[in-house]
């Protein structure tokens, strides 16, 4: 039985200043009973996010990477818990093998997204930071109110994909 956990939280920025109210920096920690090199393997595939994470609409791979992949594009929908949709292309930037995948997303969202792998006993440790600032322009306007609510939306998000990554895992041991 594959078990895990799920926290979150929301960071001020660098140096301890606090971010504007249309920039987010989201930690989302999960520990999965797997393989860092399995977690890997499903993490590393973004074109499946949409067979097992239930918010990922679609992946279209735009542009081929290196042999790494670090040069990717890819344009990804994402359905919310929220009645909003999200549309970005992820450029993969940095792939250390199996501990790190980071991309640069430009689009509704602008910023960074990094996934870290740690093995711990059995188990694989997940951070995912999205770094990131809104640029629809009703989110621009409103972020000062919803700044809570796009987190709250974000930790709904994540959490569904650690559901299904949950799930998926369990097919592939």
Not at 53 to 77: C, N, Y
Not at 84 to 99: G, H, N, Q, W
Not at 112 to 118: F, I, K, S, Y
Request: hydrophobic letters at 40%.
């Amino acid at each position: 039985m594959i078990a895990g956990l799920y926290r979150q939280s929301l960071c001020i920025g660098a140096g301890g200043f606090a971010m504007s109210s249309t920039e987010f920096h989201l930690v989302t920690n999960w520990t999965v009973d797997a393989s860092v090199e399995d977690v890997w393997r499903v993490l590393n595939e973004p074109e499946t996010w949409p067979d097992w994470w239930p918010s990922v609409k679609q992946v279209t791979l735009l542009r081929p990477g290196d042999e790494s992949g670090i040069g990717a594009v890819r344009r990804m929908k994402w359905s919310t818990a929220l009645p909003y949709d999200l549309a970005f292309d992820m450029e993969t930037t940095r792939v250390d093998p199996p501990s790190l995948i980071e991309g640069r997303a430009s689009g509704e969202l602008e910023g960074v997204g990094r996934w870290t792998l740690r093995p711990d006993g059995s188990k694989c440790n997940i951070r995912y930071d999205w770094i990131v600032a809104v640029t629809k322009s009703w989110m621009v306007r409103l972020a000062f109110i919803l700044k809570p609510v796009f987190s709250w939306n974000h930790a709904v998000v994540m959490e569904r994909g650690r559901q299904g990554l949950v799930r998926r895992l369990a097919r592939v041991g």
